[in-house]
């Protein structure tokens, strides 16, 4: 195989464009190294080349401890090249080698493009800013499969709850599946046998298959344990059975196998919040999610998927705040559907979030039953406020007369925004098409997704609306060597991580999905549906995921240094405190967006 086919396969050049590629490949030089040399160790000056393995291994060490093995395709020197800066770490041949040698002037230009922003962030996002990784923690990349702690338990459909209860004791086990035939299961947990059996004094020796759960939920071996947390915080379940395809049910895992369950773990407060008896606990329950927030941060889960797991658990007090509402008002006199809106529909919330959210109405006069519903979103908008999440600034809240409606009001309103925006309809653009419905009975969400899909392609107007909104905010790039911070006021001299890079990012992904009629929530599935329909490439939908990725984690991470310290969360940072591989990272992951934009400007023939 060629140099350049060789290359092709591996990360940062894989991706990169067949002109790029051969220019890398043509200034390879290729080298030998001994086992036992020392290639690359701590110095005053940066690395001349980025070093790839073609055949052989190579030792990164912190002093005397080995930190990662590179074996071939895989390369070193990358975080000296990025920042210019001399290496941190030694690099020593762990056999004998023969390594590619990529001038520093080339590596640099290839590490400017998508390709190479992806894998700096990536770099950035594993911790290696001084040679050595974060602390272990849940290996949230890991297969579920893998963490099947013992041969499955089971029991017959027709066994008694007492046959049920007793095989839990003798086998030590929280729950028990039921075979129920032609490869169809049920469930029953410890649990269901205290609140269905012994807390309505029912007999014990009922057929365990008339108090199981069915049909049941599972998952594939192969999914990775944050989605399966994620699955299993979203449905509520501590219990998951894991399939095979060969074999069927090969086991089941709990949320203590994948994450432990202490007091403040994400499982824990969701589960305190829903059996909470007045609002009061439940705010109380929800007041423990930052200590929660900062385990994840700390064992190094995706940043993504913890913004998903805020807003599962601001869903769940949601919930729990409106059952409590109503019954202190007693029955809603017609039926309705709460939304969430903006980051909590798209479930991207951090530590420091506001409120967005909406009600609609099952009638076609809510006047008449607009003192009730007022009351029940001024009750749950003050509660999840006394929680700390704050109130919205721009009144984007139930409370607010204007996001109560009927729901063909909604779907009027939809319809006009699209037609001809205004300038609500242009406020709103950023926050309503971003909806999400967490209670009620009233089916809104459907009904609001017929509407985005079968009107906006009719109005390509209103996708230039959206794209040009995606236009407003400007990547913090322009200076040379830095970034562009805050000029004055409280925050002087500190990055705006979320109007300067995500809520960007957000805005794009907005603007592909609805002005092609798609329905998608979240920012990243967005992205991929917008790549999978040609309206930007693989390599720009990579890069732009790994900026988002990163500047989530940057982004948590700061709020939870600041929570840590007493201080109110917030989005910005002192460029100074990031490390030189994050905000080389950065500062290309800029450079993608701002190269998006432009690509954007092109395509709606706007200036920017």
Not at 218 to 234: G, N, Q
Not at 293 to 303: C, I, K, S, T, Y
Not at 442 to 468: K, N
Not at 491 to 520: C, M, P, S
Request: proline share 5%; with cysteine; net charge negative.
């Amino acid at each position: 195989m060629d140099i350049a086919g060789f290359l092709a396969q591996h990360p940062p050049f894989h991706g990169a464009d067949p002109e790029q590629l051969t220019t890398v490949a043509s200034s390879v030089r290729v080298e030998f190294f001994p086992a036992r040399t020392t290639i690359l160790e701590p110095s005053g000056e940066p690395a001349d080349f980025l070093y790839v393995v073609r055949k052989g291994a190579v030792e990164v060490l912190d002093g005397a401890r080995i930190l990662d093995l590179r074996t071939d395709g895989e390369v070193f020197g990358e975080l000296s090249v990025a920042t210019g800066l001399s290496p941190v770490v030694t690099a020593r041949a762990a056999e004998d080698t023969i390594c590619y040698l990529i001038p520093r002037p080339v590596a640099e230009e290839l590490l400017r493009s998508s390709s190479g922003v992806r894998f700096l962030a990536a770099v950035a996002r594993r911790g290696l800013e001084t040679g050595t990784a974060r602390a272990e923690g849940p290996d949230m990349l890991a297969t579920v499969g893998a963490q099947i702690r013992r041969p499955l338990v089971t029991v017959e459909a027709k066994a008694t709850v007492t046959e049920a209860a007793e095989t839990m004791t003798r086998e030590r086990v929280s729950s028990l599946l039921i075979g129920l035939g032609g490869g169809a299961w049920g469930i029953v947990t410890d649990r269901d046998l205290r609140t269905r059996v012994l807390a309505k004094d029912l007999p014990h020796d009922l057929p365990v298959a008339d108090v199981m759960t069915s049909p049941i939920h599972s998952v594939p071996a192969i999914t990775r344990v944050a989605e399966v947390l994620l699955t299993m915080l979203e449905r509520g379940i501590h219990h998951i059975p894991v399939t095979d395809a060969a074999d069927g049910v090969i086991g089941m895992v709990t949320d203590t196998d994948l994450l432990g369950l202490a007091r403040q773990s994400p499982f824990a407060i969701r589960s305190t919040i829903e059996r909470a008896a007045d609002a009061a606990s439940a705010v109380s329950a929800a007041r423990e999610l930052p200590t929660a927030v900062a385990a994840l941060v700390e064992a190094n889960v995706d940043p993504v998927d913890i913004g998903h797991v805020i807003a599962v658990t601001i869903d769940a007090l949601s919930r729990r705040l409106l059952e409590i509402g109503i019954g202190h008002l007693g029955e809603p006199p017609a039926t309705w559907g709460w939304l969430a809106l903006g980051s909590e529909a798209r479930r991207e919330q951090a530590l420091s979030t506001d409120q967005d959210h909406a009600l609609a109405i099952g009638t076609d006069d809510p006047s008449s039953v607009d003192a009730y519903f007022s009351d029940l979103a001024h009750e749950v908008t003050s509660r999840l406020a006394d929680a700390g999440i704050r109130r919205c600034n721009g009144s984007a809240m139930a409370e607010h007369p204007s996001l109560r409606r009927s729901l063909e009001g909604w779907k009027d309103s939809f319809r006009g925004w699209i037609d001809d925006p205004g300038a609500e309809g242009s406020i709103l653009s950023s926050i309503a098409f971003d909806y999400r419905q967490i209670a009620g009975e009233l089916a809104v969400e459907p009904a609001l997704d017929d509407v985005v899909r079968t009107e906006t392609p009719r109005h390509p107007w209103f996708a230039g609306h959206l794209g040009r909104r995606a236009l407003d905010l400007k990547p913090p790039t322009g200076f040379f060597r830095d970034f562009v911070v805050e000029a004055r006021g409280e925050h002087a001299g500190r990055l705006d991580l979320k109007h300067g890079g995500i809520t960007i990012i957000t805005n794009l992904a907005r603007a592909y999905d609805v002005r092609a009629g798609r329905t998608e929530k979240g920012t990243l599935a967005r992205l991929r549906a917008a790549s999978d329909a040609g309206q930007i490439t693989d390599g720009s939908r990579e890069a732009l995921e790994e900026t988002f990725r990163l500047l989530w984690e940057v982004r948590l991470e700061h709020q939870v240094e600041r929570w840590r310290a007493g201080l109110e969360p917030d989005d910005f940072i002192d460029p100074k405190e990031l490390g030189p591989v994050r905000r080389s990272a950065l500062k290309e992951g800029f450079r993608i967006i701002s190269a998006e934009q432009r690509m954007l400007a092109t395509e709606l023939g706007v200036a920017i």
